[in-house]
């Protein structure tokens, strides 16, 4: 295997052109190594252009090899800078929690659609994550009161720092199966549940073989949490409540049809930045009588 030169005063340049020749078979090899050499010197990606000729102390550079090496061998740069950025938020991300992605924006947007800006309304959060959607949802409704779950106790201590590093000390956050954490009912229920095949050929042959398959795998078809949700969503739901998931863009058919058989009215599909259809929102009629799962 080709390695990175060990001797002092490597610059900024070398290290890169190395690096993006070691990462040849990810799809943003330039981009993977710029962005894991800033987290190693802490040097911002500016500089990385301004002054190439900047040398780099050998212990930085072995480290940046290090992280070269992992991410060569699969391991998403989220997961080696310890970081993502969603809804222009840095989040903390490690490998007990999904790495938030671009078209979760996209259910982000559908949520704040249907949610006014003052009223103090209740929103649920299912299966949070690092906090993600809960945190950017705080930030933006401020006044509205979430709550956020997930059945992983580490994957809920990551939310917990997020929100506090971000200042959304209010998210009431819960352990729990979907539902089991919750009581009483909400204004509006979202989700980015796991919906990709348990035999998906990405589960074993891209970067997502690092996350965790708690989070990704949906069962045979991929649609276990999301048929759950949808048939339990209406009886935690207010009269004119809304549930916004997420689903993959093969699914939006299927998962418009199991929204109607629940009664949900006024569904509509969103389609992702790709032009995919991503999100489902559908809305109840009339609140059913509540249940605890």
């Not at 900024?12 to 710029?34: F, K, M, T, Y």
């Not at 940046?64 to 997961?79: Q, S």
């Not at 989070?215 to 045979?220: E, F, K, N, Q």
Request: charged share 25%; with cysteine; glycine share 8%.
């Amino acid at each position: 295997m080709q390695t990175l030169r060990h001797r002092s005063g490597v610059t900024i340049n070398e290290l890169l052109r190395q690096a993006e020749q070691l990462l040849r078979g990810s799809d943003s090899p330039r981009r993977d190594a710029e962005v894991l050499l800033c987290s190693v010197t802490g040097l911002e990606r500016s500089r990385l252009y301004s002054f190439p000729e900047l040398e780099i102390w050998q212990g930085l550079s072995a480290a940046f090899l290090v992280k070269v090496t992992e991410r060569g061998a699969g391991i998403p740069v989220a997961y080696l800078t310890g970081e993502k950025e969603f809804w222009s938020l840095r989040l903390r991300v490690n490998a007990h929690t999904l790495i938030p992605r671009p078209e979760t924006e996209c259910l982000v947007e559908a949520v704040l659609q249907r949610l006014p800006e003052n009223p103090e309304l209740r929103v649920a959060d299912l299966g949070t994550g690092c906090g993600a959607i809960a945190i950017a949802l705080a930030k933006e409704r401020p006044a509205c009161r979430i709550t956020a779950t997930d059945i992983s106790s580490e994957a809920l201590a990551l939310a917990r720092f997020n929100a506090g590093q971000h200042g959304a000390h209010a998210i009431h956050f819960t352990a729990g199966d979907w539902f089991a954490a919750l009581t009483g009912t909400f204004d509006l229920i979202v989700s980015n549940p796991p919906y990709v095949c348990e035999n998906d050929s990405h589960l074993r042959h891209t970067d997502i073989r690092h996350e965790p398959k708690l989070a990704l795998c949906g069962g045979d078809d991929g649609m276990d949490a999301l048929r759950k949700i949808i048939a339990t969503a209406p009886h935690y739901l207010e009269s004119g409540g809304w549930l916004c998931l997420e689903h993959g863009s093969d699914q939006g058919q299927t998962v418009r049809g199991i929204f109607s058989d629940h009664g949900f009215m006024d569904i509509v599909t969103i389609h992702d930045y790709a032009g995919l259809e991503r999100v489902c929102c559908g809305k109840v009629g009339h609140a059913q009588p509540h249940r605890k799962e």
